[in-house]
T-cell receptor, first 114, second 114 residues
Framework: ETGVTQSPTHLIKTRGQQVTLRCSSQ?????VSWYQQALGQGPQFIFQ???????GRGNFPPRFSGLQFPNYSSELNVNALELDDSALYLC?????????????FGNGTRLTVT | DQQVKQNSPSLSVQEGRISILNCDYTNSMFDYFLWYKKYPAEGPTFLISISSIKDKNEDGRFTVFLNKSAKHLSLHIVPSQPGDSAVYFC?????????????FGTGTRLAVRP
C-alpha cells in the first residue's frame, strides 16, 4: 500500500512568485485535504477535494487554489506569494468524505518565501 | 481565535511511567476528536480518536478520555517508551463542517527519558 507522497520536499520562492505543490493520495483514497502549518503552530485547514470537486474551504484568500485529478492526486497553487506563506504544506488523503474519517498525511513540502 | 488549545508546549516523562497530554476546546459543535503524533521531517500520523457519544476509547497503550461538560480531553500513554517521543496534536471536527475540516491545537512535545 503506497502512502501519501508530496513533491517537492523543499522549495524556495521569491515574494510575488507563484508556486505549485503536488500530492499523490494513498491508494484507494478519493478525498484530499490541504493544510498549512506555520512554525510553532498546528496545521490549518486550507481546503478539501472530493472526486475532483472542492468540498470546503478554510480561511485562506482566493490566491490559494487547488485541483484534484481523476486519479485523485492533487495540486495546491499559491499566487502572488507573501512572506507569511512560508510554512510546511501538508497534504492528507482519506478513504471518503466524512468528518470522522482519519486523515493520512504526507511528509509535507517546506516552502520558504524570501 | 484558538478553538483547540494545548496549553502545555512540552512534557518530559521517565520511561515506563504514564504520559498525560491535555487538550481543551471551546466550540461546542465539535463532536469528534483525534490525536496525531508527529516526528521531525514526517507528516502527522493518526493515533486514536473518540466520538462525543463516548467518554473513553482505548487502543493498546493509548487511551483517550473525553469530558464534554468541561470541554476537555486527554491522552494517556502507559507505559511510556522512548519511541513515543514526538509532538502530539489534538484535533477536533464537527459534523457538517466545511470540508470535514480538522481544527488542530498547537501541539505538545513529549520527551520520554530512558
Amino acid at each position: 500500500e503506497t502512502g501519501v507522497t508530496q513533491s517537492p520536499t523543499h522549495l524556495i520562492k521569491t515574494r510575488g512568485q507563484q508556486v505549485t505543490l503536488r500530492c499523490s493520495s494513498q491508494s484507494g483514497h478519493n478525498t484530499v485535504s490541504w493544510y498549512q502549518q506555520a512554525l510553532g503552530q498546528g496545521p490549518q485547514f486550507i481546503f478539501q477535494y472530493y472526486r475532483e470537486e472542492e468540498n470546503g474551504r478554510g480561511n485562506f484568500p482566493p490566491r490559494f487554489s487547488g485541483l484534484q485529478f481523476p486519479n485523485y492526486s492533487s495540486e495546491l497553487n499559491v499566487n502572488a506569494l507573501e512572506l507569511d506563506d512560508s510554512a510546511l504544506y501538508l497534504c492528507a488523503s482519506s478513504l471518503d468524505r466524512g468528518y470522522n474519517s482519519p486523515l493520512h498525511f504526507g511528509n509535507g513540502t517546506r516552502l520558504t518565501v524570501t | 481565535d484558538q478553538q483547540v488549545k494545548q496549553n502545555s508546549p512540552s512534557l518530559s516523562v521517565q520511561e515506563g511511567r504514564i504520559s498525560i497530554l491535555n487538550c481543551d476546546y471551546t466550540n461546542s459543535m465539535f463532536d469528534y476528536f483525534l490525536w496525531y503524533k508527529k516526528y521531525p521531517a514526517e507528516g502527522p500520523t493518526f493515533l486514536i480518536s473518540i466520538s462525543s457519544i463516548k467518554d473513553k476509547n482505548e487502543d493498546g497503550r493509548f487511551t483517550v478520555f473525553l469530558n464534554k461538560s468541561a470541554k476537555h480531553l486527554s491522552l494517556h500513554i502507559v507505559p511510556s517508551q522512548p519511541g513515543d517521543s514526538a509532538v502530539y496534536f489534538c484535533a477536533a471536527s464537527a459534523q457538517g463542517s466545511s470540508g470535514d475540516k480538522l481544527t488542530f491545537g498547537t501541539g505538545t512535545r513529549l520527551a520520554v527519558r530512558p
